[in-house]
């Protein structure tokens, strides 16, 4: 058996497992695009091609997939805690929500109706607050990030082009923390913006090239993948506390699981990776 690396973020140790996931015999990954996890522990990866959704249970088995014909081109993901899916789908300019068994549920946005300074113009990523609110960062063709009601209401809009406070290159994807923060990957800028629900600026974090993935922990941690490739992870007052390798040639999504395991989205190679928490 192929010796296992070993990584540090912080406090913690992590077995690295490449390839962790495995798929059923003669099916092979397309671009791995995100992951999330849901609260029974099941890992949902996306891909850029069918099916679009794999499933796995905590364990790694595989369970199945799902999202053929209804989502043409995964980007990101999100898990919210009744273990709804959502999914960006860049291409189509939606973001669409499912359950765990790929039934759908809600969509947002006008199916291949892309609107400039309008949702969605090549959605990137998705997030949900405790309260059930959705924030979707609308990247490609926008410079946006959208808040919607649970019910799926559009409530606000802010961000445009640029470089300064409240501005984007490329929000890449967003998570919102425990201090009812939006946390958003402003890719092209190397930095985290922060912001209050209602999209006022709050502060920004550097030292990142091309930030891609975000996630938040139990503990108030965020975890956030770029292109060097790293992972780094940061305290909730933005200190740097911990950096290590971990994917091979970059992470473009990431999650975590309730044991402190966490999954990235590999980029070509495609994979599933997990750190594998070490007690």
């Not at 671009?31 to 679009?52: I, K, L």
């Not at 209804?70 to 789908?89: K, N, P, W, Y």
Request: hydrophobic share 35%; with cysteine.
């Amino acid at each position: 058996m192929q010796e296992q690396p070993i990584v540090r973020l912080g406090d913690r140790r992590y077995r690295v497992e490449r390839k962790w996931a495995r798929l059923p015999e003669g099916q092979s990954f397309g671009f791995v695009s995100d992951v999330a996890v849901d609260s029974r522990g099941r890992v949902y990866a996306g891909q850029r091609c069918d099916p679009p959704v794999h499933v796995w249970d905590r364990e790694g088995t595989y369970i199945g997939s799902w999202g053929d014909g209804q989502v043409l081109d995964v980007h990101g993901m999100s898990a919210c805690a009744e273990d709804r899916i959502f999914v960006t789908d860049r291409a189509a300019h939606q973001v669409l929500v499912f359950d765990p068994q790929g039934r759908r549920l809600m969509a947002l946005g006008a199916r291949h109706e892309p609107r400039f300074q309008a949702p969605f113009n090549a959605p990137t990523g998705v997030a949900l607050a405790p309260d059930g609110e959705i924030y979707v960062a609308d990247g490609y063709g926008n410079s946006m990030v959208h808040r919607f009601s649970a019910e799926g209401a559009l409530k606000r809009s802010w961000g445009r082009p640029g470089s300064g406070p409240g501005e984007f290159s490329t929000p890449h994807a967003l998570w919102i923390d425990q201090r009812d923060r939006v946390l958003v990957l402003d890719r092209e800028n190397d930095r985290v913006q922060i912001f209050d629900r209602d999209g006022d600026y709050l502060d920004e974090w550097r030292g990142l090239f091309r930030p891609m993935g975000i996630y938040g922990d139990a503990r108030g941690m965020i975890f956030v993948s770029d292109q060097v490739p790293r992972i780094s992870m940061f305290d909730p007052d933005g200190e740097l506390v911990g950096r290590c390798q971990g994917a091979v040639n970059g992470a473009h999504g990431l999650w975590g699981d309730a044991a402190g395991n966490l999954y990235l989205s590999e980029l070509p190679p495609e994979q599933i990776t997990r750190l594998a928490l070490i007690a």
